[in-house]
């Protein structure tokens, strides 16, 4: 199964924009998430097409299994 951390952030213009983390290290720690999502957002280091994150929205780890049906 793999996990990815998907980081949520508000724009410019009022839309979410997200960051993907593959494998992220377990077990995670809300505090040190928002505290990493305000250092992205002060430094102001990505830009997405609504402009640049302005904001923490949220958060999600996503577990994702894929089981392959056999069809022949």
Not at 9 to 32: M, R, V, Y
Not at 66 to 71: A, C, M, W
């Amino acid at each position: 199964m793999a996990k990815t951390l998907q980081l949520q952030f508000t724009t410019e213009l009022g839309k979410t924009a997200s960051l993907s983390i593959e494998n992220p290290k377990e077990p995670i720690d809300p505090l040190i998430v928002k505290q990493s999502m305000a250092a992205i957002v002060e430094a102001n280091v990505f830009n997405s097409t609504s402009g640049a994150f302005t904001g923490i929205k949220g958060a999600s780890l996503v577990d994702r299994s894929v089981e392959t049906i056999p069809i022949s």
